[in-house]
């Protein structure tokens, strides 16, 4: 009967297995009872041990607070008392409460006992005589030997104690007894770990002999069928799986060996049909080599043309034909070069170096390239190997080609130079062949060629569209946008010249009537001007809205081709919004000024007439007079304020710097204002004050700003003059000029320092002003290297800060040094009688006038007689014949010489060198004068007295120190 191996190997381990289950359980049940035992004697015993010490520690308290209130005689220790008793019984019915021996509960009832005694008995005698103070019967009751209260409580502490030790060593007996059982316990399992290792050697040795060894005998007998050994398995003699596996393995051996025979005969017939085969394969694959070899050329040449199709920049197609010649023509290296210089990117090249490039380019016309251009055809060129072209191979012969490419007249346009590195030279099959393409890449370079210098043309005359300030737009006849710049685009809302290829008439309609105020009058402009309806002198002006405001004049041109065609037409759209704003703000200053002239002229013409036609009395005519003198001293300001902006535009404005106190300057402007409602304080937090500047320019400054204040305080206020350091510029002194009145708008604050603006509101039009006062003071600082700025809210006042280097000493010396002073002649000046006359050359009939009788008046006193000449040539004459003490000259004369020719004249005489003259004009032209050596430069309008003192005080010099010195090569300017 078949016996199965998985059957007996149960046998084998059933019966063992259930035997070490049994005594496991045994150890189990043995080992759980005993822990059991042990956690219940330990919890018992320390439960009775923690008890006895609470009552103890009671005990102890009982008796502590005893002797605290015999000591200290407090109330308060008896309420303590009370608690220690009660806890102490507490604890004591705790203890009895658990399993207890005979002897345990005769040792706990004594105690009771005794502390029922000390509580009921000692406690309260204790306390009785610590009431009455009889302390020496206290210290007889605690210290009799016999029944004191000391051993009374001893006697109860010690047996405390003892009992305690003895639980303790109860405790110590037992876990010596569980440690002792812990280790029968570890023996029993190991003595069971060695009975289970001994069941499993047998059972491993037992199966070894039964199952392994004939596992062996079909290995063995495998590894000999796959060395080609066709061996039978000898009998095992088992009726298991094992002998079914032997009869069906030696049954396989044999049906192996009947099926090799088969295949070895087979074999033989499919290697005879094999080696025919691979014959007819070598020569299809060979065929197929060739087709392949065809199909890539041919493939290599459509992309060839196809790249040649579609490509149009020069650079891209010049590497797309390097790379398909390489490939044609199986080069390594190569460059494709354009002959014109004047293309960018005109080369490309492959496996070639800079210098090598850099040689060809320069040689290009030389050598083998030369003559292929010269030649027009195909060349090439058997030579050795250079160095970088070998690498670590040995040197091979290198062949170099050579195509130049012709364009439609034939001529060179490009060459092309390829190179074998193989050794391979290029047969003539291959020349003409290479020859064939190059009529094909020819056309396609050529066309590249133009394309790309029709975009650098179109490219440059886009830039010089963008360059234009104009907006310019080039539309064909159809009325198609061909191109604008960028002007036009940002006038129009376009972003960019390009989107005007995208952009359909109705977008381009949307933006006009977004962005114009007159949309149908600019339709209406385009459309006559292609119609041809439309004058070229005619102009249209148009103002854009948004996104913000600008005027705008547009005109057009045609344009015309070599035939006189018309091809479009040019509009042209200038931005003439400065010039409008010009235009605007000069008309306002002509209105403004006129009102500025003619109100002071109105008054001085009206008491002029009433003076020459009616009789007044002395007080009226000085008052009429003062009135007078005062609005023509405001004509003179106006007509200075307009001087001064010339001169400063025209960079002629003169300075006469020195070392001034800015405190100084602005005191003496405050004293010369008053205002009942407009109090000025002047605030100084700084002594470094002192400036390089010009004394008058400063105190004009100084008084227009301060004039502002008050002018635009019309409800009065504080004006408060602030001079301080700046925090910005620690070197430089500001001044601020703050004030409580109108405020300026945020808009106007950027144009507030512009020549004639004024700010457009109401109430400050019926103020008044010319709109020059803030561009002259903006002027002066910066000839003065200073800032000015200004800081307002509306309706809140405003603040003008002024900040000017200072000239101030440091420790590292003085940063700035005033010119010295010239020295003078410390000698008194003592006045001595003169006989002569003086010559006044002015071509004005009033002023000359004026001057005579000024003068006349004090001089006449003196001796001296006033002599006048009308022109140049009347003064030259008058000098020749009299030489006059002094001479008084106008710059600006009628007819004749002027008074710069006039100097000219005496500089050429030795003899009239000594006369000191003095220049009275309108011109400020002081530097000027000085090179001819004046004696003094006096600008009109002048005080009278100003005169007077500068001519006395010229006669009256020792020394000539105002002659005339001029170089001989001084000519006029």
Sequence with gaps: ???????????????????????????????????????????????????????????????????????????????????????????????????????????????????????????????????????????????????????????????????????????????????????????????????????????????????????????????????????????????????????????????????????????????????????????????????????????????????????????????????????????????????DHELKDRFVSKGISHEQIDILLAHIYEGMSGRAIAEK??????????????????????????????????????????????????????????????????????????????????????????????????????????????????????????????????????????????????????????????????????????????????YYRKVINDHAGVIGWVIVCRDITREHEIDRMKSEFVSTVSHELRTPLSSILGFVEIMLQRKINPDKQTRYLNTIYKEARRLTNLINDFLDVQRMESGHQEYQKEMISLRNVVEEVISAHHSDIHPIRLDCRTLQDTICADQEKMQQVVTNLLSNAIKYSPNGGTVTLTIDVCSERPQDVCLHITDEGLGIPEDAISHLFEKFYRVDNSDRRKIGGTGLGLAICSEIIKAHNGLIHVSSMLGSGSTFTISLPTAITSSHGLL????????????????????GHILIVEDDESLRAYLAEELGNFLTQKGIKIVHALNGEQALQSIADDPPLLLILDIMLGEGKDGWEILQEIKRQEAYQSIPIVISSALEER???????????????????????????????????GHVFIPEDQEKD
């Design 377 to 554: 055809g195909v060349l090439t060129l058997e030579r050795m190997a250079r160095t970088d072209e070998s690498g670590h191979h040995a040197s091979y012969p290198v062949h170099d080609l050579y195509m130049p490419l012709l364009n439609r007249d034939d001529e060179v346009v490009a060459l092309l130079v390829v190179t074998r590195l193989n050794g391979y030279a290029f047969t003539h099959a291959d020349l003409d062949e290479f020859s064939a393409l190059t009529r094909q890449i020819s056309l396609a370079v050529e066309n590249a060629v133009v394309y790309k210098k029709t975009q650098q043309t179109s490219l440059l005359n886009q830039a010089i569209l963008n360059s234009a300030l104009e907006g310019i737009c080039l539309i064909d006849p159809q009325g198609e946008l061909l191109a604008v710049n960028h002007s036009w685009c940002d006038m129009y809302g376009v972003e960019k010249p390009e989107d005007i290829q995208t952009l359909t008439m109705a977008e381009l309609s949307q933006k006009i009537h977004q962005r114009f105020k007159q949309p149908d009058e600019m339709f209406a402009f385009y459309h006559q001007a292609i119609n041809g309806t439309l004058d070229e002198t005619q102009e249209l002006t148009v103002e854009i809205i948004q996104p913000t405001y600008r005027v705008i004049r547009m």
């Design 927 to 961: 530097e000027k004068g000085i090179g001819y050596g004046i004696s003094e430069y006096l600008i009109k309008p002048y005080a009278a007295e100003k005169l007077t003192s500068t001519v006395w005080n010229l006669l009256q010099q020792q020394e000539a120190e």
């Design 1 to 339: 009967m078949k016996t199965s191996i998985v059957n007996r190997l149960r046998r084998f381990l059933l019966i063992p297995l259930i035997a070490i289950l049994a005594l496991s359980a045994i150890l189990w049940t043995f080992n759980l009872r005993e822990l059991n035992n042990y956690n219940t004697s330990m919890s018992n015993l320390l439960e009775k041990r923690n008890q006895l010490r609470l009552v103890q520690h009671n005990v102890e308290g009982l008796v502590s607070e005893l002797r605290g209130f015999m000591a200290m005689r407090n109330d308060s220790f008896l309420t303590l008392i009370d608690t220690r008793q009660a806890d102490a019984q507490s604890q004591i019915e705790a203890y009895s409460q658990l399993p207890l021996t005979g002897k345990e509960r005769t040792f706990i009832e004594g105690i009771k006992r005794d502390l029922k005694v000390y509580t009921d008995k000692i406690i309260p005698e204790g306390i009785a005589l610590t009431r009455a103070a009889n302390y020496q019967a206290i210290n007889t009751k605690a210290g009799n030997s016999q029944t004191g209260y000391t051993n009374f409580v001893n006697s109860i502490r010690n047996r405390l104690e003892a009992q305690m030790e003895v639980y303790t060593d109860d405790i110590e007996q037992v876990q010596k007894e569980h440690q002792r059982y812990i280790m029968y316990s570890l023996s029993g399992f190991l003595s069971l770990l060695i009975m289970i290792l001994i069941l499993s050697y047998w059972v491993t040795t037992r199966f070894g002999r039964e199952i392994g060894k004939p596992l062996d005998v079909l290995t063995a007998s495998a590894r000999r069928i796959s060395q080609g050994e066709y061996t039978l398995i000898p009998p095992l003699n088992h009726d298991d799986e094992l002998g079914e596996l032997e009869h069906a393995f030696n049954q396989m051996v044999r049906r192996m060996e009947e099926k090799e025979s088969d295949l070895l005969s087979q074999n033989d017939e499919l290697t005879a049909h094999q080696e025919e085969l691979y014959a007819q394969q070598v020569e299809l694959e060979e065929a197929v080599q060739k087709l392949t070899d065809k199909e890539n050329i041919l493939l290599r040449r459509n992309q060839l043309s196809t790249s040649l199709a579609t490509e149009i920049e020069v650079e891209n197609m010049l590497k797309q034909v390097l790379d398909s010649m390489l490939d044609l023509t199986g080069s390594q290296i190569g460059a494709a070069i354009i002959l």
């Design 816 to 835: 700035y040094a005033p010119p010295a002073p010239e020295s003078t002649n410390s000698t008194p000046i003592v006045e001595k009688e003169l006989s």
